[in-house]
């Protein structure tokens, strides 16, 4: 039986998934969950994610919603050192994973729904939300900077889903016009994951097809 992940081509969220099972060797088996369209909110996908959000992995009779808790799941079950190659590797990057939720990715988010979700309802954006969410963003990537100023990657000499998760709002930084363009390590990390990580790049065209179709659909210019 396939692993199943459900989930939007256009999240990157979704994108955090299929790049680190592409990475690790791990077979999925993809089921579109059209956002646009309400389909995270039928009574079946709620059964999956009572929160209505993607994606939501389904190995047999485990289920699991987050893309991180997804990750952490799928490189334990194929023994990859994208979780690290030591247990004080792992404590590194569970750090770093956990700092993205908390620190990094949900006020990225948070723009994306005042900037473009909000478009799609004909809802104007809160600007004090936004500035709000920048300043947050702007704290954390001066930090992130720092690190990266002596790192190639987030922990260690290699990718790992640190890297993954804390590259995941690049997926919509063209859209969203969060301030990573002025924190210059950051940018110079990101440009390497897409020379050098085939999927992340692979897996960014996804995003932006998705995205720029269901932005034309609309009749929204950015």
């Not at 969220?13 to 646009?36: P, Q, Y």
């Not at 023994?79 to 990715?105: N, T």
């Not at 440009?191 to 932005?215: F, S, Y």
């Amino acid at each position: 039986m396939s692993i199943k992940i459900y989930g939007d081509p256009g999240s990157g969220s979704r994108r955090r998934v299929v790049s680190a099972a592409a990475i690790m060797g791990v077979e999925i088996e993809l089921v579109t969950v059209d956002l646009f369209k309400g389909e995270s909110h039928t009574p079946e996908f709620l059964k999956l994610n009572p929160h209505g959000l993607t994606p939501v992995m389904v190995d047999g009779d485990v289920v699991l919603y987050e893309a991180s808790a997804i990750n952490i799941y799928l490189a334990e079950k194929a023994g990859s050192d994208l979780l690290g190659s030591s247990p004080a590797e792992r404590y590194q990057i569970l750090q770093w994973m956990f700092w993205s939720g908390e620190q990094w990715r949900t006020f990225a988010t948070l723009t994306f729904d005042e900037r473009i979700t909000k478009r799609f309802m004909g809802q104007p954006e809160d600007r004090s939300i936004v500035q709000l969410a920048a300043d947050k963003i702007r704290a954390a990537a001066a930090v992130l900077d720092a690190h990266l100023a002596e790192h190639r990657f987030i922990v260690g000499d290699h990718l790992t889903l640190a890297d993954i998760d804390i590259a995941a709002p690049f997926s919509q930084n063209a859209r969203t016009k969060v301030p990573f363009s002025e924190f210059p390590n950051l940018v110079a990390w990101q440009q390497r994951l897409l020379e050098t990580v085939p999927v992340w790049a692979e897996t960014k065209r996804e995003v932006d097809d998705r995205i720029d179709t269901a932005l034309a659909g609309a009749g929204i210019e950015l």
